[in-house]
């Protein structure tokens, strides 16, 4: 079956450092996929997306590449601020099912 | 509304006692789904509601947990006999269609946050 894998967190970074949180997924045919970020106290919310491969997605300063090579959707950005300390969640979806796959989320802490 | 919206957003009840928690969808969007996220855990998928119906009940945890939708609206998740380890933050989340397309951008409520004592 479909599944997502996330590195696990948390990740504590220096404000102005460089952000990579991997994300490997297994499904079959060609599905859409997600970067969801919760902040504190909040629901999550769509960060950025891609539909098909080399698709890339971005948001905010971040970036997902769609390999299918690889069958990575790696979020990166080039330089973190305190207000992204969050959890981001990666997420698959298909056609031919209502069901998302979500990873178990990665926490990203930045510090001043 | 602007947004998903769930009520309550925090619920505090005792071992045994039945909660309902509700949600309100974006106006329009037919597609509704339920999550739990357990402390430090992902999305755990409950239930998924085409329009007012429900094609796949088998992400319910037990038999004490249940859903409904009415008008193609608002959706109440309903858990019996509550058990300290249905705890949990329960997630509410609508699309703008209804089909075997998971593809569309799912709108997230801010949750209710449930603790069985």
């Known amino acids: 079956g479909n599944s997502v894998t996330q590195m696990e967190g948390p990740v504590t970074l220096s404000e102005e450092a460089f952000l990579t949180i991997n994300c490997t997924y297994t499904?079959?045919?060609?599905?859409?996929l997600f970067w969801y970020v919760q902040y504190p106290g909040e629901g999550l919310q769509l960060l950025l997306k891609?539909?098909?491969?080399?698709d890339k997605g971005s948001n905010k300063g971040f970036e997902a590449t769609y390999r299918k090579e690889t069958t990575s959707f790696h979020l990166e950005k080039g330089s973190v601020q305190v207000s992204d300390s969050a959890v981001y969640f990666c997420?698959?979806?298909?056609?031919?099912?209502?069901?998302?796959?979500f990873g178990t989320g990665t926490r990203l802490k930045v510090l001043a | 509304g602007a947004g998903v919206s769930q009520s309550p957003s925090n619920k505090v009840t005792e071992k045994g006692k039945d909660v309902e928690l509700r949600c309100d969808p974006i106006?329009?969007?037919?597609?509704l789904y339920w999550y739990r996220q357990r402390l430090g855990q992902g999305l755990e998928f409950l239930i998924y509601?085409?329009?007012?119906?429900?094609?796949?009940k088998s992400g319910l945890p037990s038999d004490r947990f249940s859903a409904e939708r009415t008008g193609e609206s608002v959706s109440t998740l309903t858990i019996q006999r509550t058990q300290q380890e249905d705890s949990a933050v329960y997630l509410c989340?609508?699309?703008?269609?209804?089909?075997?397309?998971?593809?569309?951008?799912?709108?997230f409520g801010p949750g209710t946050r449930l603790t069985v004592l």
């Open positions: 989340a609508s699309s703008s269609r209804a089909s075997l397309q998971a593809t569309d951008t799912q709108y």
């Open positions: 499904a079959t045919g060609y599905p859409s």
């Open positions: 891609a539909t098909k491969a080399d």
């Open positions: 997420a698959l979806g298909s056609s031919g099912t209502y069901k998302y796959i």
């Open positions: 106006s329009g969007h037919t597609a």
């Open positions: 509601f085409q329009g007012n119906s429900a094609p796949d």
